[in-house]
């Protein structure tokens, strides 16, 4: 039984995030979405809008979960009991803070392993901060999000 981690920042879940999600559920018997902080990222929802939006487009894949985590990506995944972490890349530009990322946690714990989806090339621009831009300067963001989120992303940027 290989249970695995999907970790990330989902401020708000995307398209891409999702067609990894379902992808990801296949290849592993578990799939944990783990949101998590990223100190260097400005939050737009917080962390339990985030789950929320998160479970509302899973409910449909019967092996994946959401939780929420405070704290070191290592540390949940002891929690969890999950050897495995699952990272999506876009394009050559995401390589090097994923390279890095993956080898801090290596150190870390040399017992968890990072493995990378490619995204579908559909998705290959989409970016949570880039939704988040077009929302908050009125453009569509249709096709970019799954429809259920779409009031909850537009109802938060006007009222900001
Ligand atoms: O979606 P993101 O913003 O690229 O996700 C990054 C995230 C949240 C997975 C990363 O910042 C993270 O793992 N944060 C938890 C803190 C941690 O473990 N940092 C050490 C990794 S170098």
Known sequence: MIRAVYPGSFDPVTNGHLD?????????????????????????????????????VINHIPNVKVQYFSGLLIDF??????????????????????????????KLDPDIETTFMMATSKNSFLSSSSVKQVATF???????????????IMKKVNNL
């Open 20 to 56: 990894i999600i379902e992808r990801s559920a296949k290849v592993f018997d578990e799939l944990i979405v783990a949101v998590l902080v990223n100190p260097d990222k400005k939050g737009l929802f917080n962390i339990e809008e985030r789950v929320e939006l998160i479970q509302r």
């Open 77 to 106: 995944m002891k929690q969890q009991d999950a050897k495995v972490i699952i990272k999506g890349l876009r394009a050559v530009s995401d390589f090097e803070y994923e390279f890095q990322m993956s080898l801090m946690n290596k």
């Open 138 to 152: 009125g453009g569509c963001i249709k096709d970019l999000v799954p429809d259920e989120i779409i009031p909850d």
